[in-house]
């Protein structure tokens, strides 16, 4: 995420010169406070020079100097509010910057601030309401955000129209490329997606993008590849930290594969390809207990979803339940006549007639063997539901 702007657009700048150029603009301006520490301007200043260096406690300080002195200035409560995200406190930073933004609501770079901050703590609406063209202008960073809010809210089409009206007005930023590159894989759009993702350069979402395009394609080696590079980018990365866990599966290492994919649906939460994806991992080692646990999870997340009730019709094959096992299939195949894993529960089904051991041949080897007309495996749509199924920004 782009960083926040420290000074108003009405902050003024010193303009002394020091005769050591080795010390830092903060070290500079404590200095002069030494001499006269109670020039309220010198105190705004070091608290802006501060923050441009990371030095959150010095800004508190700084803050509760100037309250000592006088009610606190505009740009004094700007850089509390930067100061708290530093810390990573946005709730405060909100609740310090909102009042301000009241009182000068047209200030296109605290209304940047206030959306980062807002961004943060994950209120996509207040991005969408404060980001506009002035504030876009002001800190272009500020198309990622509502490009990230608007996929956020599921409002696809409208991110990527917002997006590519922003690339053809000029803005130039990687971020911006990313948030694009990324909502385009879930509008299932993959040529704008790879489009986006090139112009991303090495940046996680551009790298993870590339990697799921490959992944989809059967490319095992170069998605896990770009995969690495997209972690080694960010290691906090979920959608890299899925995409290499799916990738680990394709190539038949289940359990790290799993471990990655299940960690991954544990931090989205709510991101339904994900419990599968971790379900069919555990299906693999052949842990049908937790496989069911998992997919039992994403049928409470949405059970309009194919996948997961052919899923369970598969388990219930495995335990005998063969009733129960056609249900599920005439519900998946209802609610997509492609579904894979209800083709796989039908397979098993009739495989089992007549020969004991080939549920547990086919379970083995379920993961890569093609199904339905197209020839698809399990891995490849693993790839692609987990990626497009619940969206992860």
Known sequence: MARAQSSLTSAPLMSQTVSA????????????LRIDPSNLRLIEDAAGAAVEEGLWAEVAGLVERYAGLAPLSPRLRNLAGLAAMGEGRHADAVALLE????EAPGDPQLRFNLAWASAMTAAPEAVVALVDEAVVA?????AALKVQALHRLGRLDEAL???AAYVAAGVQDQALMSA?????????????ARAYALEA???????????????????????????????AADPTSGRAQLGKGLALLARGDSVAGTAL?????????????????????????????????????????????????GALAVLDVLDGRINAATRRCQVALRLDRACLSAALAKSLMAAM????????RIRAAALNTPLGPDGRTLSQAMSQLASGVGRVV
């Open 138 to 142: 002001a800190a272009p960073a500020a």
């Open 201 to 231: 350069g090495d940046t996680h979402e551009g790298l993870s993008t590339l990697a799921a395009l490959a992944l989809d394609q059967g490319q095992v080696s170069e998605a896990t590849d770009l995969f690495d590079r997209a972690l």
């Open 180 to 192: 694009l590159a990324v909502a385009a894989v879930d509008a299932e759009d993959t040529d704008l």
């Open 99 to 102: 009042p301000l933004l009241a």
């Open 161 to 163: 129209a917002e997006g």
């Open 353 to 360: 007639q007549g020969d004991a051991g080939a549920a547990e």
């Open 261 to 309: 994919v299940e960690a991954a649906a544990a931090r989205f939460g709510d991101h339904l390809g994900s419990w599968i994806a971790a379900g069919w991992g555990h299906f693999a080692q052949g842990d049908l207990a937790v496989a069911r646990r998992l997919f039992d999870k994403a049928l409470a997340l949405d059970d309009s979803f194919a996948e997961t009730h």
């Open 21 to 32: 150029p080795a010390a830092s603009s903060f070290e500079r301006l404590s200095g002069f």
